[in-house]
């Protein structure tokens, strides 16, 4: 059983369409979490959740907007897609907040064209 | 300056060597301190925490320098499956207790 899943793996699509990334995890994590690894390969926290609460809402555009419906999952919703979004989009998950060792999804391959 | 800056790389080292990788980090106040690992195309994985008064874990020792703000990780009896990234990670309390990453030592270990 995986137990951080994101959906889809790769994503291709055209500036100004909004699209959204699926992320499910089955560990009974409370909190969770969306990264961005840019392609100079730095991971940047976007935005964390405790029990369906935003807790850490780093400078993102407000395009981007990170919904948790249960615990168990968080989606992230990108509107009007510009090219400086192409990246790969991790989510992750841990126990307890950030001191805890965290567990990555597969990524999410985002290309804007 | 970087909150957390690594060498790049790459190392390339034969089977069997040992190598270190050293980080720096910026922010005094940075709290705990760990290791990931990162495949090609791959998500990151713990490797290990890194704790004041270093630890091992087989064939990797992890130490932490507060004074110098540095941490190190050492691989010993290098094996091909050893190639990887490796992401330094920084925890900062007073930036919301996050996760600061630094971009990561690529390692190819050669037969």
């Known amino acids: 059983d995986t137990a951080v899943s994101q959906t889809p793996k790769y994503l291709v699509t055209q500036m100004g369409n909004d699209k959204s990334i699926k992320c499910e995890q089955n560990?009974?994590?409370?909190?969770m979490y969306w990264y961005k690894q840019d392609s100079k390969k730095f991971l940047k926290i976007m935005f964390s959740?405790?029990?369906?609460?935003?807790?850490i809402n780093e400078t993102v555009p407000n395009r981007f907007s990170p919904k948790s419906p249960d615990k168990a999952h968080l989606n992230l919703h990108i509107n009007s897609l510009e090219l400086g979004d192409s990246a790969v989009y991790f989510c992750?998950?841990?126990?307890?907040?950030?001191?805890?060792?965290?567990?990555f999804g597969p990524g999410t391959r985002l290309t804007v064209t | 300056r970087k909150e957390v800056e690594q060498d790049p790389g790459p190392f390339n080292v034969p089977e069997g060597a040992t190598v270190a990788f050293n980080c720096t980090y910026s922010?005094?106040?940075?709290?705990?301190f760990f290791w990931y690992r990162q495949d090609c195309r791959k998500e990151p994985k713990l490797l290990m925490s890194?704790?004041?008064s270093g630890n091992e874990d087989g064939r990797f020792t992890a130490q932490l320098n507060r004074a110098s703000q540095y941490i190190s990780l050492l691989i010993r009896d290098s094996k091909l499956s050893d190639s990887a990234t490796y992401l330094c990670?920084?925890?900062?309390?007073?930036?919301?207790?996050?996760?600061?990453f630094g971009a990561g030592t690529i390692l190819r270990v050669k037969s």
């Open positions: 992750a998950s841990s126990q307890g907040g950030q001191g805890n060792e965290q567990y």
């Open positions: 560990l009974g994590h409370d909190t």
């Open positions: 959740y405790n029990n369906k609460e935003l807790i």
């Open positions: 922010n005094s106040a940075s709290q705990s």
């Open positions: 890194v704790y004041s």
């Open positions: 990670v920084v925890r900062v309390w007073e930036y919301g207790n996050k996760l600061v």
